[in-house]
């Protein structure tokens, strides 16, 4: 898109690991709703191996979907997320 920058994870490194396709309502929140939302992809991702799936469970705005994500994604480390996508790769 003409003027729109290009897409960085801003040195948040988990969300390096999102796949390289960002829908463009995710790349137009705050960092701050990135990290949340990012976090929550990969989780959906981790359980379901559906990327289409994974996004719309972490964008889904309905308040309680949202608090009950942000609960979770605040009580799971990043070093959790990280050993199940290397799970998940590994043959």
């Known amino acids: ?48 191996d559906n990327v289409v799936f994974s996004w719309a469970f972490a964008l889904n705005n309905e308040p309680t979907h949202v608090a009950e994500c942000k609960a979770i994604v605040a009580g799971t480390r990043d070093e959790v997320i990280v050993k199940g996508l290397h799970d998940l790769s590994a043959p």
Do not use: C, H, K, N
Request: charged share 15%; net charge negative.
């Open 1 to 48: 898109m003409v003027g729109m920058p290009e897409w960085t994870p801003g040195g948040d490194p988990m969300l390096a690991l999102l796949p390289p396709e960002l829908p463009m309502m995710f790349q137009q929140l705050p960092r701050e709703e990135q990290a949340w939302r990012g976090r929550t992809f990969l989780m959906s991702y981790l359980m379901t």
